[in-house]
C-alpha cells in the first residue's frame, strides 16, 4: 500500500506526455480568452437591452450547475484522453461555424446563447477528465508541481498575452477572435490526440450501475473525506465572496475611487500578474508548510487583502490588494486541486472534481446577486468587506480539518487507507 505524502514532490518530467499536455492547455485557454473578450462585444452591438447582455454571461454558467456532476461521472467511464480529444474537435467545429456565420453576417442573440451554452456543456466532460487524466502523465509526488505550471501556463495565456490581440483581431473582422478560438480548439485536440498512454484498469462496474448512482457514491466518498469537504466548503464560500466582489469591482473603481477606464485596467492587471506570482511559490509554500496549511496561509492573506480594499480609499490600496488576491488565489487553486487528486480513489477522481466545480460555479453567482444587494444597501465598498467575511469563514472551516498532509490512497482497492488527524 503506497503512501502519498500531500506536500512533497518533484517537477514533473516535461517528457512523457505532461509537455504536450500543458501546450494544449495554453493554446486552449487563449482562444478562450480571445472568445470571452469577444462575446460581449458582439452581443452589444446585436442588443441594447442589459439582461439580454447578460444572458450570454449566464449561460456560461448554467450547464455546470445543470451537468458537473454529470460530467464528471462521465469522465470517471470513459477514456479520458479520447474524451478530450473529442471534446475539442467538436467545440473546434462549433466554434467555427459560428465564426462563419459572424463572417456572412448572420450573427443572432440566440446563436450566442446557443454557442455559450453548449461550448459550457462540453467543457463540464473535458475539464473533469482532464483533471483524472493528470495522474496517469505525471507521478502522484508531482501533481503540486504539474498543477502549478498547469494554471500558471493558462494564467499568462489566458489573463496576460490575449487581451492584446482582441482589438487587432476585431479590426480585422468580427469573426476572427472566434476563427482563432476554432484553431486553437482544433490543435489542442490534435496535442492531445498524439498523447500515448494506457487507459488506467477500472474495475467492472456492478451490474445495474447506474450514473446517478455513481454520482451519488463519488458525493458520499466526498463527503466523508474530512479534509476533501472541509476544503470543497471553503472554495464554495471563497468563490461567494469572490462573485460578489468581481461583479460590483467596476463599481468600486470608478464610483467609490472615482476611477477611470485605465485604473480598471491596472487594477485588472494587478490581479493577473499576482496569479503568476503565486504559480511560482505555490509549491514551494505548500513544500514547507503542507496543502492545507498553504490554503490557510492563502485564506488568512486574502481576509486582510479585502479589509484592506473595502476600508482603505486609495487606488494603490486596491491595487496591491489584487495583486495579493489573485497571487494567494493561485497558491489556493494550485493547492486545492492537487489535494483533491492525491487524496481521491482513482476510479472517483472525475466525480469529485466535478462536485468541486459545480460547487464554485454555483459560488460565483450567488456572490454577484449578493454583491448587488450589498453594494446597494451598504455601500460600493460593501462588496469587499462581505468578501473578507466569507473568506474568514473559509479559513475558520478549514482550521477544523486537522491535519489531512499524510493521506494515503491505496490504487489497488480505490478507498482511502488513512483518514485526517486533529
Not at 458537473?68 to 479520447?82: E, N, T
Amino acid at each position: 500500500m503506497a503512501a502519498v505524502e500531500a506536500a512533497g514532490g518533484r517537477a514533473p518530467a516535461w517528457r512523457g506526455g505532461f509537455g504536450r499536455l500543458w501546450s494544449a492547455a495554453v493554446v486552449s485557454r487563449f482562444g478562450d480568452a480571445l472568445r470571452t473578450a469577444a462575446l460581449p462585444l458582439l452581443a452589444v452591438r446585436l442588443t441594447d437591452e442589459p439582461f439580454v447582455v447578460a444572458s450570454v454571461t449566464a449561460c456560461g454558467y448554467a450547464p455546470w450547475l445543470l451537468f458537473g456532476l454529470l460530467g464528471g461521472a462521465v469522465a470517471d467511464r470513459v477514456d479520458q484522453r479520447r474524451a478530450m480529444w473529442a471534446v475539442d474537435t467538436l467545440r473546434g467545429v462549433l466554434v467555427a461555424s459560428f465564426a462563419l456565420a459572424v463572417g456572412l453576417g448572420h450573427a443572432s442573440i440566440p446563436l450566442l446563447l446557443a454557442l455559450a451554452f453548449s461550448l459550457t456543456t462540453l467543457q463540464t466532460l473535458f475539464d473533469n477528465a482532464s483533471t483524472a487524466l493528470l495522474p496517469s502523465l505525471v507521478k502522484r509526488e508531482s501533481l503540486g508541481g504539474a498543477n502549478a505550471r498547469l494554471m500558471t501556463g493558462q494564467q499568462l495565456a489566458g489573463g496576460l498575452l490575449a487581451g492584446p490581440f482582441v482589438p487587432l483581431l476585431l479590426a480585422a473582422g468580427a469573426f476572427m477572435p472566434f476563427a482563432a478560438d476554432a484553431t486553437t480548439y482544433l490543435l489542442a485536440a490534435a496535442l492531445v490526440a498524439s498523447l500515448r498512454i494506457r487507459p488506467p484498469e477500472r474495475e467492472p462496474r456492478p451490474a445495474g450501475s447506474t450514473l446517478r448512482g455513481e454520482i451519488a457514491e463519488g458525493m458520499r466518498t466526498l463527503w466523508r473525506d474530512r479534509a476533501l469537504r472541509g476544503v470543497c466548503l471553503a472554495t464554495l464560500l471563497c468563490n461567494i465572496g469572490m462573485g460578489a466582489l468581481i461583479a460590483t469591482l467596476v463599481l468600486h473603481v470608478t464610483r467609490w475611487l472615482h476611477g477611470g477606464t485605465a485604473e480598471y485596467a491596472a487594477v485588472m492587471t494587478a490581479y493577473s500578474a499576482g496569479s503568476l506570482v503565486g504559480g511560482f511559490v505555490a509549491q514551494r509554500i505548500a513544500r514547507r508548510t503542507g496543502r492545507v496549511r498553504a490554503l490557510l496561509l492563502a485564506g488568512c492573506v486574502q481576509t486582510a487583502s479585502l479589509v484592506v480594499m473595502g476600508t482603505v480609499r486609495h487606488l494603490a490600496a486596491l491595487v496591491a490588494g489584487m495583486l495579493l488576491l489573485g497571487a494567494m488565489n493561485m497558491v489556493w487553486n494550485v493547492n486545492q486541486v492537487t489535494l483533491m487528486q492525491q487524496r481521491s480513489p482513482s476510479a472517483m477522481v472525475g466525480r469529485i472534481a466535478s462536485a468541486f466545480r459545480t460547487a464554485s460555479t454555483s459560488g460565483a453567482p450567488i456572490g454577484a446577486l449578493l454583491g448587488g444587494v450589498v453594494a446597494r444597501t451598504y455601500g460600493l465598498n460593501g462588496p469587499a468587506l462581505l468578501a473578507a467575511v466569507l473568506f474568514g469563514l473559509a479559513v475558520t472551516s478549514l482550521i477544523t480539518v486537522g491535519k489531512p498532509d499524510v493521506s494515503v490512497v491505496a490504487p489497488e482497492v480505490g478507498a482511502t487507507a488513512g483518514h485526517p488527524t486533529p
